[in-house]
């Protein structure tokens, strides 16, 4: 909320007070840190790190794994490549431990987002999708759900197999409608709309 109506003096009073009341849920400046995203990334860095040094310290592999992985992503897209390959590898060293599936999902979601990104081998990330893919479905969260048919359509689409990457949009589709998730349901119409006029462009079909 904090975010979206740009209450950032508010936010900040708000976050400085409920940690100082639970030093010890790490849940909370993993929270906090997504405030400064954009406005502060120094803080937001300090802010992940604290966090994900937090859960591994007391043991929590979902939390380490969940805020490890925004951590990646956040260095990522911040141009700092190899600190992203430091926290990927971190939290693959995570997943023997982890005996949840979803848990696992998230792993393989993570490791083939890296691969996609850093030019790396396109069938390992598909194998890991489907891995995820199986299971994640039917019964996994929302978000995890959508993190994983989204990367595998990229990765189908990049690998040539159109109608396997369109059926995979209109799967997203149809759970962001269900969900009431506009941005991504126009996302992946957007998608749709793109493979099938590159299908088209290879492939003509009459009319």
Not at 48 to 57: P, S
Not at 66 to 73: A, G, K, Q
Not at 94 to 123: C, F, M, N, V, Y
Not at 174 to 184: G, I, M, S, V
Request: hydrophobic content about 40%; aromatic content about 8%.
């Amino acid at each position: 909320a904090a975010v979206r109506e740009q209450r950032w003096q508010e936010g900040t009073e708000v976050f400085d007070a409920i940690v100082r009341e639970h030093p010890d849920n790490y849940w909370l400046p993993l929270a906090y840190g997504h405030m400064y995203r954009e406005r502060d990334p120094e803080r937001t860095e300090a802010l992940y790190r604290r966090a994900a040094d937090g859960f591994r310290l007391h043991g929590n592999i979902e939390g380490e794994i969940v805020w490890r992985s925004n951590l990646r992503n956040f260095l990522f897209h911040k141009g700092r490549p190899q600190d992203a390959a430091t926290e990927l590898a971190r939290v693959l060293a995570l997943e023997e431990s982890a005996r949840d599936p979803l848990l696992k999902a998230q792993i393989w979601t993570l490791e083939a987002l890296h691969l996609q990104e850093t030019g790396g081998d396109l069938g390992v990330a598909y194998r890991l999708l489907k891995q995820a893919q199986r299971a994640t479905f039917p019964a996994g969260p929302y978000r995890l759900k959508r993190n994983c048919l989204s990367s595998l359509a990229i990765v189908a689409f990049r690998m040539g197999r159109l109608d396997e990457a369109l059926a995979i949009y209109k799967t997203l589709e149809q759970l962001a409608a269900a969900e009431r998730d506009p941005r991504e349901q126009a996302a992946a119409r957007y998608s749709i709309l793109n493979v099938s006029s590159t299908k088209e462009s290879l492939l003509p079909t009459p009319g």
